[in-house]
């Protein structure tokens, strides 16, 4: 149980052009779902938290214009990185909140990395 | 968002016991101690999670002591496999959950 996935797992884009990554929790209803950013050998960056019906919440310092999040039903969460250039290349993470399933953990999708040429 | 201090890295021999600790000096009180694993390019895995003393399951237990300011992830008998980045957090519903990763532990298990 509590299974996350996300589509794609890969992409490379042209400058300028938008990228729209899904999350999807596979086995259980996500009220919250959480966008997170890692470049290399560094941390996870909590970039926004992504509540079901309503407008996300961003992190200081994350351009919500830029990057869009909807969450459009208890199983899903997009992110769609506008107008992408070559320095929002990244690993970019999803979680959902597991208090669907009486729990205090988030849950992790695997990842999608994002080059930007 | 309640931040964690950890070691940056440690190295341990195959088949030993691994004590991860972190610190969480401000933790509140409806706040839970998370543990994940990371390996590269894939998200974190879920470990083990805790409130207070000592909680245990297959894989990980997990101890805190009555302050709650420091945790220790304790890996019985760690395999070539368990090399990974070892994250602790604090957060709960009533923070909405956010989570604030600190750096974390890489752990390197030598053969």
């Known amino acids: 149980g509590a299974v996350v996935s996300q589509h794609p797992s890969r992409v490379i884009c042209k400058s300028g052009t938008s990228v729209k990554i899904e999350c999807r929790s596979l086995d259980f209803q996500a009220t919250t779902m959480f966008w997170y950013r890692q470049f290399p050998k560094q941390s996870l960056m909590l970039m926004a938290t992504?509540?079901?019906?309503?407008?996300?919440?961003?992190e200081q310092g994350v351009e919500k214009d830029k990057f869009l999040i909807n969450h459009a039903s208890l199983t899903l969460s997009t992110l769609t990185v506008t107008s992408a250039h070559p320095e929002d290349s990244s690993f970019y993470i999803c979680s959902a909140d597991g208090q669907g399933l009486g729990t205090d953990t988030q849950y992790f999708g695997p990842g999608t990395r994002l080059t930007v040429l | 968002l309640a931040k964690t201090t950890q070691p940056i890295s440690m190295d341990s021999y195959e088949g030993q016991e691994v004590n991860i600790t972190c610190s969480h000096n401000n933790i509140a009180t409806n706040d839970y101690i998370t543990w994940y694993q990371q390996f590269p390019s894939q998200g974190p895995r879920f470990i083990i999670q805790g409130y207070k003393t000592k909680v245990t399951n297959e894989v990980a237990s997990l101890f805190i002591p009555a302050d709650r300011k420091s945790s220790t992830l304790s890996l019985p008998r760690v395999s070539l496999s368990d090399t990974a980045v070892y994250y602790c957090l604090v957060g709960s519903h009533y923070g909405n959950n956010r989570l604030a990763f600190g750096k974390g532990n890489q752990v390197v298990v030598i053969p």
């Open positions: 992504s509540n079901e019906g309503s407008k996300a919440t961003y």
